[in-house]
């Protein structure tokens, strides 16, 4: 990645941290989840390839929790692909392609929708172009 897109995305992530506590986020856990509605679009394996298109309750360095039509299940390896918008970034929309798995999968919410909390074990920061 050139340095000035590594320079954008790790602007991303201190605009991000300063959101957070701007907004008096208290969490215990190692990592701190910033509570994002974003577009993401879901590639996961279940009787043939998947794609759904979703979006975020929160996300984490580490993981990401969001709003799909049907579960996915438990240990599920997926990817998934979101973008950062400019009103984050304070910059550019970075676009980033991470990797994990499924770790939990809660009740449907009151509009019918799956909450799909994932751990992300890799990430890639794309370009626009």
């Known amino acids: 990645m050139p340095l000035d897109r590594l320079c954008v995305a790790r602007h991303a992530y201190w605009v ?8 008096g986020q208290q969490d215990k856990r190692s990592t701190r989840r910033f509570a994002l509605r974003l577009p993401v679009s879901v590639t996961y394996t279940d009787d043939g390839d998947q794609m759904k298109s979703a979006q ?27 973008t950062l ?13 991470c990797k994990g798995r499924v770790v939990r999968i809660d009740d449907p919410a009151a509009n019918g929708k799956m909450a799909v909390a994932a751990v992300i074990d890799e990430y890639e920061f794309l370009s626009q172009a």
């Open 16 to 23: 991000l941290e300063a959101y957070a506590m701007a907004e």
């Open 85 to 97: 918008p400019p009103e984050i970034t304070l910059t550019e929309s970075i676009k980033v392609r």
């Open 56 to 82: 975020t309750r929160d996300v984490s360095a580490r993981g990401i929790s969001f709003y799909v039509d049907a579960p996915i299940a438990k240990d599920s390896p997926i990817e998934f692909t979101l």
